[in-house]
């Protein structure tokens, strides 16, 4: 039995149309960072700058929780 959550060859699209859940799955299955900044201003000065941060990937029944202790 193969695992379904290991990485899976890269291969090219041309020809073929594939649904968005299927983009989603390949995206998720890999991970995704997203950051951005958000800058609260007035007159030109910076009042609140906010960096944000975020891991997005899949997960499987495998894989621990990151909440989990040793004592659990």
């Known amino acids: 039995m193969t695992d379904p959550y290991a990485p899976q060859p890269v291969r090219s699209l041309p ?3 594939v649904a968005l ?3 989603l799955d390949r995206l998720l299955s890999g991970g ?3 950051t ?3 800058v ?3 007159a030109d000065i910076d009042l609140v700058r906010i960096s944000l941060r975020a891991l997005i990937v899949s997960i ?3 894989a621990r929780s990151p909440w989990e202790t040793d004592d659990d």
């Open 15 to 17: 020809d073929r149309q």
């Open 21 to 23: 859940i299927d983009l």
């Open 32 to 34: 995704a960072v997203l």
């Open 36 to 38: 951005g900044d958000v």
């Open 40 to 42: 609260l201003s007035i």
């Open 60 to 62: 499987g029944p495998k």
